[in-house]
């Protein structure tokens, strides 16, 4: 099953929410965080794009795959490189 994830103002709000402080705060080193931030993203791209997305965190977590959250890292990254390449 797929669902698309990419990081929106609504994700980060809910990231908000959910865990108490601003992604610009997340220790990028916490599965949980990161796994919370990837969840919050899936469920507002799915939002957004009027995809049913019932899936709670815990099965959420129990869905996602090692291999899964190393490409995410690996897409986030790429992001945040572009970000700073467009900054310089």
């Given at each position: 099953m797929?669902?698309?994830?990419?990081?929106?103002?609504?994700?980060?709000l809910?990231?908000?929410?959910?865990?108490?402080?601003?992604?610009?705060q997340?220790?990028w080193?916490?599965?949980?965080?990161?796994?919370?931030?990837?969840?919050?993203?899936?469920?507002?791209?799915?939002?957004?794009?009027?995809?049913?997305?019932?899936?709670?965190?815990?099965?959420?977590?129990?869905?996602?795959?090692?291999?899964?959250?190393?490409?995410?890292?690996?897409?986030?990254?790429?992001?945040?490189?572009?970000?700073?390449?467009?900054?310089?």
């Amino acid at each position: 099953m797929e669902f698309p994830c990419r990081l929106t103002m609504g994700a980060m709000l809910q990231f908000k929410r959910t865990v108490g402080k601003d992604v610009s705060q997340m220790n990028w080193e916490d599965m949980e965080e990161l796994l919370t931030l990837m969840w919050c993203c899936v469920s507002s791209a799915c939002r957004a794009d009027n995809i049913e997305f019932s899936i709670d965190f815990t099965m959420f977590c129990d869905l996602v795959s090692p291999a899964d959250m190393a490409k995410w890292n690996s897409a986030i990254a790429e992001a945040n490189e572009k970000k700073s390449e467009k900054e310089q």
